[in-house]
């Protein structure tokens, strides 16, 4: 008889025991949707650094890739380091390095200095990420599908920030509208301060029980189940899903607007409209697909919001205007609903590696999602912004391989 596969056993702990404390899930949402709100300030300066600086699409390309270098690619090591030694104040040190790329951005005179201030934004959120998904795994208790919904749901209404930013900041103030967001910092910090001694208190009461784990065996039995075969390919397809999602997610993103503005004649202002229905669709998609994952099981959610978004991504480009708005709203609900469905399942593949678990997902797989930008940004300067937007609709066709995702236990 072949071995069972983990997800299709339940793992035991103290925090499964335990109720939801949602007290700490709402706080640490809250300063997630600070953490991606000074994020989505660089998106939202990109018309107005378009003019302000005279940058080419392909130079916004750049300024994406390196966002999501900093901010996502290096959180799996971020990760992998905080598993060995978790450290409860590298939190409030990544808000105070966003805080220093905020100033950045609002008095950089030129591409390589706005660079390197998105570099301080990004490298803060990366240090972010990991410990704050360790904070919602110990204040889970046995929901964790719901409470990485309420921490995606912060972080994603901060996503959706971005063209409301843009039409009611940047364009009045311009750039230097940017230096607003170290008050965001600023309140990041102050909730923090009420969060990171709850979470020290967490790590010290874990490490007591990983102790007795060990002396009995069962940590011993874990690390067996979680090296096979099986792990591996379902972690690697659930990569390419991921990676997909977000491929597309920064094509949307960082150039639909420009889309809107060429080929169908709307304003900087009014573009941002059709781009916040997709983000705001997306925060309630992100709620959404995490509680409805612990009733009918993450693979059915997964293989629900990327492959059965694909349909709506190839017409998008192709609607008339009034159509554009209903559709990429039902788009951003779907597409998004596997957020942290995605993360949750790659949390139950390796139980006792939440910060790796958490970074491959939101970080190495989402910030890959930025080499999509620079492809589609110098697509855009040597084609068309049209055909870069037909081109990128089939990515989340992709989302197909998630047929050969292995079965969840609530599956």
Known sequence: MSKAHPLSKPTKTVDSKNKALFGILFAISGVHLLNDSM???VAALFPIFEQSLGLTFG?????TFTLYMTSSVLQPVIGILSDKKPAPWMLIAGMCCSMAGMAGLGFAPNFWTLLLAVVFVGFGSAVFHPEGSRVVYFAAGGRRGL??????VGGNFGQALAPLMTIFIFVPLGQRGAVWGTLLALAGIMLLLRIVPWYAAELAA????????????????????????????????????????????AGITSFYQFY??????????AAQVPLFLFM????????????????????????F?????????VILPHLPIFWVYPVITLLGLILQSSFSVSVVYAQELMPGKVGMASGLITGLAFGMGGLGAIVLGTAADHYSIAQVMYASSVLPLLGLFGILLPKDRRD
């Open 305 to 313: 919001s990327i492959a059965g978004a694909a349909p709506l991504t």
């Open 39 to 41: 994020q989505s300030v």
């Open 59 to 63: 130079q916004i390309g750049w300024i």
């Open 280 to 303: 705001a669709a997306g925060v309630a998609g992100t709620f959404f697909g995490g509680t409805l994952s612990d009733r009918f099981g993450r693979k059915r959610m997964l293989l």
């Open 206 to 249: 874990k490490g007591l029980a990983d102790r007795k784990a060990k002396q009995s065996g069962t940590a011993a039995a874990n690390a067996d189940a979680l090296s096979t075969k099986a792990v591996a390919i379902a972690l690697g397809l659930l990569l390419v899903m991921v990676f997909a999602r977000s491929w597309y997610a």
């Open 260 to 269: 809107l503005q060429r080929d169908y004649g709307l304003s900087i202002g």
């Open 147 to 152: 409470a990485q919904s309420i921490y995606q």
